[in-house]
């Protein structure tokens, strides 16, 4: 019996096809951006349906952009002359350390924690000893849509006086530990994206959360040309603004969440039964909103994890190695930042590999990959 081609992401996005009312209506409206009626509206249930109707957000036309808009607002009273390094973890994406450096400063690379893949709190510790005034920001990384600390960073922000950002791109859908949105109530800017390949992907789009309504405000503004007054400039300024028809989709994104997620998570707690002896990352939240099944090779299969994916990609199915190479591992970034010890970072990276986890998967097929995934462990070392 064979089965269908198992691919490693498939994308879940809203059909416009079906939106052919609310299309017709944004095209009679005339209004396709600018911060339009349908953005103000997915602002809202937004807030409502996700983050227990506390805080602020404004839509962005993806995450990247937003990550830079946030780091350049936090710093606005930092000196780059001499407050050059912004610390972040070296086990994330290349987004990230993209927007350090656009936003004028020099990513600082610190490990991450042996068990839930975050930043080692005393890894930035250890950076923020070393590099005392020299500082600009923290920037940790919700990794995979964990439920990060933030009343730790919020502490550290108090104390430090450094201003810290999240990287919470694939978090939309996820849970902290009180079960609440992850990033609800937090005063730190939260970027959610939903490119494509997150669980609620609308092709290109994200935003920034934050129960901060000067700097939400003073965000919209810088992402429409640093306009604070009417054409008039009062900040530094790029166009950020998500398209109305990318929050129709948005909107309609936002129904399909929750059971969206829960299926995954019910595909996810599957996984964890049939493969026992695999390492995942834990969790702090109750819920995760996993756009893949990230699991840690045991020690013996790990030098050989480029065999095991080609064998897995024979049997048809799709997998990825996120985050490897980890940011220090890639040209760009080792000739532009600066890092800390990397010892788990480098080892997480050598044994990571990404697993298929999407909401249409059937039982059936997570056994097939679970089967395939340990059958072509064991037969490198056979
Ligand atoms: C997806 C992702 C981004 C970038 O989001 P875009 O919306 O594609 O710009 C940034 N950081 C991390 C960790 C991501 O996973």
């Given amino acids: 019996m064979s089965l269908p081609e198992i691919s490693f992401i498939r994308s879940?996005?809203?059909?416009?096809?079906?939106?052919?009312?609310?299309?017709i209506a944004m095209e009679n409206s005339g209004i396709y951006t600018n911060y339009g009626p349908i953005n103000?509206?997915?602002?809202?249930?937004?807030?409502?349906?996700?983050?227990?109707?506390?805080?602020?957000?404004?839509?962005?036309?993806?995450?990247?952009?937003?990550?830079?808009?946030?780091?350049?607002?936090?710093?606005?009273?930092t000196d780059p002359e001499r407050q050059r390094y912004i610390i972040m973890p070296s086990f994330t994406f290349a987004a990230a350390a993209h927007?350090?450096?656009?936003?004028?400063?020099?990513?600082?690379?610190?490990?991450?924690?042996?068990?839930?893949?975050?930043?080692?709190h005393d890894a930035e510790q250890a950076l923020l000893q070393q590099y005392k005034d020299q500082v600009a920001a923290i920037f940790p990384y919700a990794t995979f849509g964990n439920a990060a600390d933030l009343a730790y960073y919020t502490e550290l922000e108090r104390r430090t006086g450094i201003?810290?950002?999240?990287?919470?791109?694939?978090?939309?859908?996820?849970?902290?530990?009180?079960?609440?949105?992850?990033?609800?109530?937090?005063?730190?800017?939260?970027?959610?994206?939903?490119?494509?390949?997150?669980?609620?992907?609308?092709?290109?789009?994200?935003?920034?959360?934050a129960n901060n309504p000067?700097?939400?405000?003073?965000?919209?503004?810088?992402?429409?040309?640093?306009?604070?007054?009417?054409?008039?400039?009062?900040?530094?300024?790029?166009n950020s603004k998500l398209p109305e028809i990318g929050a129709l989709l948005a909107l309609s994104g936002l129904e399909q969440l929750d059971a969206v997620v829960e299926k995954k998570c019910s595909i996810e707690r599957l996984y964890y039964d049939l493969l026992p002896e695999f390492t995942f990352q834990r969790q702090?939240?109750?819920?995760?909103?996993?756009?893949?099944?990230?699991?840690?090779?045991p020690a013996q299969y790990a030098p050989h994890r480029r065999a095991i994916l080609e064998r897995m990609k024979q049997k048809r199915i799709g997998t990825s190695t996120y985050f490897s190479p980890h940011l220090h591992e890639?040209?760009?970034?080792?000739?532009?930042s600066v890092a800390g010890d990397l010892s788990v970072t480098r080892a997480l990276a050598a044994s990571i590999v990404s697993l298929p986890l999407w909401h249409e998967m059937t039982p059936e097929m997570v056994?097939?990959?679970?089967?395939?995934?340990?059958?072509?462990?064991?037969?490198?070392?056979?």
């Fill in 214 to 238: 000067e700097m939400i405000e003073a965000l919209r503004a810088m992402g429409n040309f640093g306009f604070g007054q009417v054409r008039h400039a009062t900040m530094p300024g790029l």
């Fill in 163 to 209: 201003p810290v950002v999240i990287d919470a791109a694939a978090s939309l859908g996820a849970r902290d530990g009180q079960g609440n949105g992850f990033g609800q109530g937090s005063p730190h800017a939260i970027i959610c994206s939903l490119h494509a390949t997150k669980t609620m992907g609308i092709g290109e789009g994200g935003f920034i959360y």
């Fill in 12 to 23: 879940n996005i809203p059909k416009i096809s079906q939106l052919s009312e609310s299309v």
């Fill in 284 to 297: 702090h939240g109750t819920r995760t909103a996993y756009q893949f099944l990230p699991v840690r090779l």
């Fill in 99 to 120: 927007a350090v450096l656009w936003a004028g400063f020099i990513p600082l690379l610190c490990d991450i924690d042996q068990q839930d893949w975050m930043a080692s």
């Fill in 40 to 77: 103000q509206k997915f602002e809202k249930r937004l807030v409502e349906q996700m983050f227990g109707g506390v805080g602020q957000c404004v839509t962005v036309c993806n995450a990247t952009i937003g990550l830079m808009m946030a780091l350049k607002y936090v710093t606005r009273h």
């Fill in 367 to 382: 056994h097939y990959v679970c089967r395939e995934f340990r059958a072509a462990c064991h037969a490198q070392i056979c």
């Fill in 330 to 336: 890639q040209s760009y970034f080792a000739a532009n």
